[in-house]
């Protein structure tokens, strides 16, 4: 122990401090899952991973695509002939070709109804990257981002880690189905004002993570108005925006801002990526739009500390540039998040558990206040504790998002094959019944089976993922003890 202290001296505060939330429910769920992962032949008793929100299910699209446009790639014989040229250029504004497609990309997500500039186009390192360049641009360390709950828990991290903001929660609640108010939003600002707390603007996620729904245009104007009143930034995460598989559609708060008589864009930024809508993380396309000039030309100094690099860009300015490719992609894409959500949504409805009703995202928000045995936070551990180490399930307890009320959980859905769904259902249902005293007919679930490491590589044939978090967890905290 004296060892470790002694090397921790030799680190920044920045390295070592607790500001990384990770001592979270929501990344010890990840660490169960890691130490005993679901293979359905290798480990069938194992965790399933309910808490990724990726989405794998038209991945099939994208490499028929690339197998038909062999050009678009420079480690083809098709496309090697501009592998100099994508070498050697770097440059912070990135590929002509790359932001003209992403920014044409953008516009017909929102179905043609709004138009971005190519040049208001800053890239950063995935979502992560991008949202902590805009909190670079806009707050000195102490400066507070009010942000409505229930709000992705790892925000804590990517917005406040390095850049020493903070956040303050305005709560939301299930009396509306956790809409934001203008009523909550004044409150909230007023008592940070109150305790001296430099309020530097307002974060939004739409679609919602962890909720899966899509916000009307008359929250996004009201909003949109208390930031101007209070002339606060807006930072809008609309990660999601391609994600929707039902109505209503996706409205951005790009539409709102030139419908708007009287409206500081100066304040407006949004945050955008390519991770979920088209399902590729591994690729690291982050991007900040703003309407400010100045977020634009300093943010693009910061992007230089995590560009994209220039063959990803070569190949989805191809990609993002066939027209009749992006319009099949987004409906089917639409077609099959909204087919997976439905039998989710209907396996639980057999043991009458309820969701949030949604719209949009990769995941829904499940409640299973009923369960607890009692109505707090504690008993909401409890009951996710059963989950994960008996169950065998990684789902996040809504605790871990900021949510005022006990007993919501997020279930990621996208992000395996049919068999695996219809596994993770069975154990739901079997699980419910014996805690509601009707029982289910299921084989007893076994937790001494373990992965050797070459069984923990990703099995093509299997979409439930074996890889390690993406969010490279701390070592593990005394939440959770799975077997």
């Known amino acids: 122990m004296a ?222 108005g208390f930031i101007n009143e209070k002339n606060i930034h807006l930072v809008c995460d609309e990660i999601y925006s391609a994600t929707v598989f039902r109505a209503p559609c996706f409205v951005s708060v790009s539409e709102v801002i030139q419908e708007l008589e009287h409206c500081n864009k100066d304040l407006i930024h949004i945050v955008y990526s390519l991770s979920k809508d088209l399902g590729i993380p591994g690729l690291r396309v982050g991007i900040v739009y703003s309407y400010n000039d100045e977020v634009v030309n300093n943010g693009r100094k910061m992007s230089s500390f995590g560009l994209v690099s220039t063959q990803t860009q070569f190949l989805l300015a191809a990609m993002l540039s ?34 949030l009703p949604s719209n949009a995202g990769l995941f829904f928000w499940m409640n299973l206040r009923s369960l607890l045995k009692e109505k707090t936070f504690d008993g909401e551990m409890m009951l996710w504790r059963v989950i994960i180490n008996e169950v065998k399930l990684n789902v996040s307890p809504g605790s871990a998002f900021n949510c005022p009320e006990p007993g919501w959980y997020r279930v990621c859905f996208a992000n395996m094959d049919d068999e695996t769904v219809e596994v993770a259902l069975k154990r739901i249902r079997a699980f419910v019944g014996k805690e509601t005293g009707k029982p289910v007919e299921l084989k007893r679930w076994k937790s001494n089976l373990r992965l050797s490491f070459s069984s923990r590589r990703f099995d093509e044939s299997v979409m439930s993922p074996h890889m390690m978090s993406p969010h490279s967890p701390m070592p593990h905290s005394p939440l959770v003890r799975a077997t």
């Open 3 to 224: 060892l470790r202290n002694k090397s921790f001296q030799l680190l920044s505060e920045i390295a070592t401090n607790d500001k990384h939330g990770e001592n979270s429910p929501y990344f010890d769920g990840w660490k169960a899952y890691e130490s005993n992962p679901f293979h359905p032949t290798q480990n069938p008793q194992g965790v399933i991973q309910l808490g990724l929100a990726e989405n794998p299910l038209t991945l099939d699209l994208i490499q028929d695509w690339i197998m038909k446009n062999p050009q678009a790639s420079v480690c083809t014989p098709e496309g090697v002939k501009w592998f100099k040229y994508i070498a050697n250029f770097q440059d912070y504004h990135g590929l002509p070709e790359f932001r003209n497609a992403v920014a044409n990309f953008m516009s017909r997500v929102r179905g043609g109804r709004v138009r971005f500039d190519p040049d208001r186009i800053v890239m950063g390192g995935g979502a992560t990257g991008a949202n902590e360049l805009v909190i670079f641009c806009l707050a000195n360390p102490g400066d507070a981002f009010l942000v409505p709950n229930p709000y992705y828990p790892a925000f804590a991290r990517d917005l406040c880690w390095r850049t020493k903001a903070q956040l303050i929660p305005v709560e939301c609640d299930s009396s509306n189905n956790f809409k934001i108010t203008r009523e909550a939003l004044e409150e909230t600002y007023g008592k940070a004002k109150d305790g001296n707390i430099n309020v530097k603007g307002l974060i939004i996620t739409n679609p919602s993570n962890p909720l899966g729904t899509t916000m009307d245009k008359e929250t996004l104007k009201s909003i949109v």
């Open 322 to 355: 066939d027209n009749e490719f992006v319009e099949r992609f987004l409906a089917e894409s639409g077609r099959r998040l909204g087919a997976r959500h439905n039998h989710f949504i209907k396996g639980l409805e057999k043991v009458n558990i309820t969701c």
